[in-house]
């Protein structure tokens, strides 16, 4: 019980004091493994660039502790070195053991002189006892003598030779060098004429058709040369060859059956869209007061009014599947052509007429009686009626400055 020592909390008196609330406040650390003495401005020089560059990337990591082995691979080259050493010094510690032999004996036949001659002075009976001894051991070394002459000597381990790494050799060549030629010529000069005459206007006119004539000339045998031609082609075939150039295609007679194949291949086409429009009723307008849906249906365009706005459209009276759409530009700044377009519900592919004008379309409309004519208000004050019963792309009348127009844009046409 004595050794066991109480555990007692050792307070600073400068220790500051905290409530229940405050000690059991959290805080969140974040630790990351930035090394903050990182150096934040290393450069290095770029010899692409030729100037000092910072390195954008600063490597974090911190060495605390480093301690370098003392064991070396076998396989390495050190690893051979010390091999190689640890052999010669084996070699030469069994060399020097061999000479140590050697001498071991002549220094105990020395002693053992040295010795006989304190035992004759002391004692003269042991001579014979001494004289014995040294006799065995001039024996022993002679025996040793001739062991170690007959053994061999250790064979001497040869150093391997290393070779170095960094030896640079220097190699010159030397290439041939073409011999020069040099190669002169002379030419001819261009002959040369002296040329003198007097320039007068009939002279210049009696040039100017003598050119004349001699392009026709060359005209009329060309059409010879191609008159031969068509001979022998006639000849060889046997029947009259047609020139195509007097061939033209006649379509008039067969525009009308056109026009209607093509209105049936549209009509099969957009089918449903004809259903829809007839038949379309939507079954929600029940719960609906007073308001309703749009079903889009058709959608009419003409690659030639791309840049132009639709300024006016106008059904007309008698066909009811016709109508009339005017194009031209609300940007009164920058004012261009129009164009006059015609569509019909049975070909909702291309307009049935295309009319072009100079000045933007602002309003049209048909004439009540005759559904055929048409009235177009232009944006520079003009005013033109249209026919459709005519094929000109003009129309039937315009006004003009002469005849009377307005002096600013024609909204309104009846």
Request: aromatic share 8%.
């Amino acid at each position: 019980d004595e050794w066991i020592l109480s555990k007692t909390l050792v307070k600073p008196p400068d220790q500051l004091e905290l409530t229940e609330a405050e000690l059991k406040e959290e805080f969140t650390r974040i630790l990351t493994a930035n090394n903050p003495h990182a150096p934040q401005n290393i450069v290095r020089y770029s010899f692409k660039e030729r100037a000092y560059k910072p390195i954008n990337y600063v490597d974090q990591m911190a060495i605390h502790f480093s301690l370098n082995g003392n064991m070396i691979p076998k396989d390495s080259d050190e690893g051979r070195r010390q091999s190689i050493r640890l052999s010669i010094a084996a070699g030469r510690l069994i060399h020097l053991s061999f000479l140590s032999s050697e001498k071991a004996p002549v220094e105990t036949s020395a002693v053992t002189s040295e010795e006989a001659e304190i035992k004759d002075e002391e004692n003269t009976g042991d001579i014979q006892a001494t004289e014995k001894e040294e006799a065995e051991e001039l024996g022993t070394a002679e025996v040793a003598e001739a062991a170690e002459a007959e053994e061999p000597p250790p064979p001497r381990v040869k150093e391997q030779k290393l070779a170095n790494q960094f030896n640079f050799i220097e190699r010159a060549s030397r290439t041939l060098n073409n011999p020069m030629q040099e190669r002169a010529c002379q030419s001819e000069p261009t002959p040369c004429k002296n040329f003198s005459a007097t320039a007068n206007q009939w002279k210049i006119y009696d040039a100017y058709v003598e050119e004349l004539q001699k392009m026709e000339r060359s005209k009329e045998k060309e059409k010879s040369r191609v008159q031969v031609a068509k001979s022998e082609e006639v000849k060889k075939n046997g029947r009259k060859s047609t020139s195509l150039e007097s061939q033209s295609d006649d379509i008039t007679k067969i525009s009308k059956a056109a026009k209607i194949m093509e209105r049936m291949v549209n009509q099969n086409t957009f089918d449903d869209i004809t259903q829809d429009f007839k038949y379309f009723e939507d079954a929600s307008d029940e719960y609906r007061d007073q308001q309703g849906t749009l079903l889009p249906l058709w959608k009419f365009q003409c690659d030639k009014t791309k840049r132009l706005a639709v300024t006016a459209i106008c059904w007309n009276p008698k066909y009811k599947d016709l109508f009339a759409a005017g194009c031209g530009s609300y940007d009164f700044t920058k004012q261009g052509q129009g164009m006059l377009l015609l569509y019909t519900m049975k070909n909702p592919s291309f307009p049935e007429y295309v009319f072009s004008s100079e000045s933007g379309i602002m309003c049209l409309d048909f004439h009540s009686d005759h559904p055929y004519l048409l009235a177009v208000g232009f944006y520079d004050g003009n005013v033109a009626i249209y026919s459709l019963k005519k094929a000109t792309s003009q129309p039937s009348y315009k006004s003009s400055a002469k005849s009377g127009k307005h002096t600013e844009p024609v909204w309104q046409v009846r």
